[in-house]
């Protein structure tokens, strides 16, 4: 009996053109991985943090510039809500009583003043109404006066209301887009040490802090910046939150003026605001409680002595003592507050 080989089978065209696709797929993915961007080393993703962590202090600063915007609109809106409020309840009062007196005209005017006084059974007590009935419509006369007056400051206060209270709404709008903002930033940075080791991260987040320094036995600029500092230096370990001006949480300025409150002195919110505090000083003048301008204006800490400053750095950290020459503060001058 004959044998009957089999022939071989074809390769079909679709299957061809599917290796050929998936072949094409890997060299595609090999050629996109070799031109891919290499992993940033440490220090490149240092200075990316550095830059991304300046970038969030200058829009929290804005952002505190804002909120304290936005609080003192809100006490001119409730202000003039409120005075608008007494307006009209004087306004209602004074319509009132010019209704009073309508309605009594009205009760009395039909009759002709001459024949009222011929009827009447008392013409002496008519004579009396009739000169009290003049005195009414003199005081009529005023109290219109009064009520056109009462409501032109009405209708003042009420569009000076409407116009802060615009104001109110493009701040808030302004301080949600600059919070958004700044969220974006700090993303960005938490990326980045997120591609680090655990060691790298942490290097990078404590870079120039220093628990114990030895700071010398300088004596401070004043009384007034003495109390600040030892208050600061009450809150070492707080967290940085932007925004925040304590108790218990601070970004760079609230830390500066809170600290500065506690020692009976009031410091504007923002870092740019404090600049005007008191005297500018170079970096040899400094004394412990001078306040330290860094960064351009964006960030402000306390000068603790010996090239140390205390201050709230960034997202991440908490309030700590730093050498002033870290890589990422620069500095720009003192100020003696005065």
């Known amino acids: 009996m004959a044998s009957h080989r089999r022939r071989p089978r074809t390769v079909s065209r679709t299957r061809v053109t599917v290796l050929t696709a998936t072949a094409a797929a890997a060299v595609a993915l090999a050629a996109q991985a070799a031109?891919?961007?290499?992993?940033?080393?440490?220090?490149?993703?240092?200075?990316?943090?550095?830059?991304?962590?300046?970038?969030?202090?200058?829009?929290?600063?804005?952002?505190?510039?804002?909120?304290?915007?936005?609080?003192?609109?809100?006490?001119?809106?409730?202000?003039?809500q409120n005075q608008a409020a007494r307006e009209q309840a004087k306004l209602n009062k004074l319509a009132e009583q010019f209704?009073?007196?309508?309605?009594?005209?009205?009760?009395?005017?039909?009759?002709?003043p001459s024949l009222q006084l011929f009827l009447?059974?008392?013409?002496?007590?008519?004579?009396?109404?009739?000169?009290?009935?003049?005195?009414?419509?003199?005081?009529?006369?005023?109290?219109?006066?009064?009520?056109?007056?009462?409501?032109?400051?009405?209708?003042?206060?009420?569009a000076e209301a409407t116009v802060k209270l615009a104001q109110l709404d493009n701040t808030r709008k302004e301080l949600a887009q600059q919070k958004q903002d700044i969220q974006g930033k700090l993303a960005k940075a938490q990326a980045l040490l997120n591609s680090l080791t655990s060691q790298d991260r942490q290097a990078i987040q404590n870079a120039g802090s220093i628990s114990n320094p030895d700071l010398g036995?300088?004596?401070?600029?004043?009384?007034?910046?003495?109390?600040?500092?030892?208050?600061?230096?009450?809150?070492?370990?707080?967290?940085?939150?932007?925004?925040?001006?304590?108790?218990?949480?601070?970004?760079?300025?609230?830390f500066t003026q809170w600290a500065y409150a506690q020692?009976?002195?009031?410091l504007p919110r923002t870092s740019q605001e404090q600049e005007s505090a008191g005297t500018h000083l170079s970096m040899s003048e400094l004394e412990p409680g001078d306040l330290v301008i860094m960064n351009g204006g964006d960030h402000v800490g306390l000068y603790a002595g010996r090239g140390y400053i205390l201050h709230a750095p960034h997202t991440g950290a908490n309030v700590r003592y730093e050498s002033l020459r870290d890589g990422y503060l620069s500095f720009d001058f003192g100020v003696r507050v005065g």
């Open 217 to 254: 036995h300088f004596v401070a600029a004043s009384s007034r910046a003495a109390a600040a500092l030892a208050a600061g230096e009450t809150r070492i370990g707080d967290p940085y939150v932007f925004g925040a001006s304590g108790p218990h949480s601070f970004d760079c300025s609230g």
């Open 35 to 80: 031109n891919a961007d290499p992993k940033p080393s440490k220090d490149q993703v240092k200075s990316q943090v550095g830059d991304l962590y300046n970038q969030a202090e200058q829009a929290t600063e804005k952002y505190d510039a804002a909120q304290e915007q936005q609080a003192t609109l809100q006490k001119q809106v409730d202000d003039l």
């Open 263 to 266: 020692a009976g002195v009031s």
């Open 120 to 158: 009447s059974s008392n013409p002496s007590d008519y004579l009396e109404k009739a000169s009290a009935l003049q005195q009414m419509s003199d005081t009529q006369a005023a109290a219109i006066q009064q009520m056109e007056q009462e409501k032109r400051v009405l209708d003042q206060e009420r």
């Open 99 to 112: 209704g009073a007196f309508a309605s009594a005209q009205y009760r009395t005017g039909g009759i002709d």
